[in-house]
């Protein structure tokens, strides 16, 4: 495998990196607590995220293994000097709309010919474990009739971030199988999506977390380049009431997710080259756009109690947007699911999706 390289400066500042673990309706979140002065070595929580990034739950349904990795509750994280971060990493009120301003030219699907079996590959956390989005989306492909047989897999963990899935890779497991070209056993996936943890692609341009970030992306698409399919960036949401652990980088929802639909965006072009594209699927655009139409009613919908994990009609949401611009599912042709949502809901949510889609443009 040939590993593109992404260099940068790093800037040394204070954040708080929450462990994105178990599933959707667990309020306490395991935390890593980095310090000003925080040189890689051992800090508070971080065998909490070790021990939840160890559990592969990918084909569990015992819930019991996503619980556990969110049951800890650690100490207040140190707060975030906004006058040590970049002028850009101080974004807050209305400016911060101005930087979720589309800069990236999708294309209008981005599998062009799946043939008669669609594949799809989920790596990330517990955004993808909640409400198991990768069935959500399986089921609403299925009910198009388009393909013979839909196959959707994930490889997710508690808190997981694509850097622990890239290592993972590396030394063999079951992702490092999956994306192995001279695996003739692997599935032939159309297209892997990555999703990284809730909080780092918004950190600031610089911080060691960002540039392991970017790398982890540049390498695991490397991989999936091999194996001739396409990577895509799924684009997270901002936590409800911004981020807690982090209020001058995160002090509210907007400025979350106005910096985390940048730094997906500056991640793609990073890792992209002059003749291929790493995508961005840009769910999180769309949760905005059901936050600007109704900011009380269908936006709290989509969370779960700790206002970070989606409840299912935010993850119904989800999966409407990924199919969209994976194979230009049109939002008509979303439909229910057995779990929901009504149906006065889902033609709300049907023309959130319609906002952001590239086929619109």
């Known amino acids: 495998m040939i590993s593109r390289t992404l260099v940068g400066a790093c800037l040394i500042f204070s954040v708080c990196i929450g462990c994105d673990g178990g599933d959707s309706n667990s309020a306490t979140d395991a935390g890593l607590d980095v310090s000003p002065s925080y040189d890689g070595g051992q800090v508070d929580g971080s065998s909490v995220l070790d021990a939840a990034a160890s559990i592969d739950v990918s084909n569990t349904t015992d819930t019991s293994l996503r619980d556990s990795s969110r049951s800890a509750q650690d100490s207040s994280p140190p707060a975030v000097d906004a006058g040590s971060l970049p002028p850009d990493a101080r974004i807050t009120g209305p400016d911060a709309a101005t930087v979720d301003a589309a800069s990236l030219v999708m294309p209008r699907e981005i599998i062009e010919d799946a043939g008669e079996e669609l594949a799809l590959l989920f790596v990330g956390n517990s955004y993808v474990n909640s409400n198991n989005l990768q069935n959500i989306v399986c089921d609403l492909a299925r009910q198009t009739e388009r ?25 063999g497991q079951r992702l490092g199988q999956w994306l192995d070209p001279n695996n003739a056993d692997r599935p032939q996936w159309d ?19 960002l540039l392991a970030s970017r790398q982890a992306v540049a390498d695991l698409d490397a991989r999936v380049a091999a194996i001739g399919a396409q990577t895509a960036l799924m684009m997270t949401w901002g936590r409800r009431d911004g981020d807690n652990r982090n209020p001058q980088l995160y002090p509210d929802y907007l400025t979350m997710q106005s910096r985390l639909a940048a730094g997906y965006e500056a991640a793609a072009n990073a890792a992209s080259t002059s003749d291929r594209t790493v995508h961005v699927i840009p769910v999180g655009r769309a949760w ?20 970070s994990h989606p409840a299912f009609p935010g993850s119904w949401l989800s999966a409407a947007v990924l199919l969209n611009h994976l194979v230009s599912l049109s939002p008509d042709d979303a439909s229910p699911t057995n779990r929901g949502p009504e149906m006065d809901q889902l033609l709300r949510l049907r023309e959130d999706v319609r906002a952001v889609s590239p086929q619109a443009e």
């Open 147 to 171: 393909w013979a047989s839909v196959r959707c897999e994930r490889v997710t963990a508690g808190g997981k971030r694509l850097n622990q899935h890239e290592s993972d890779a590396a030394a």
């Open 191 to 209: 297209a892997v999506i990555l999703q990284e943890q809730s909080q780092i692609p918004g950190f600031p341009e610089g911080n060691a977390e």
């Open 288 to 307: 905005q756009q059901t936050w600007m139409r109704d900011p009380e009613g269908d936006f709290r919908a989509l969370y779960s109690g700790d206002g």
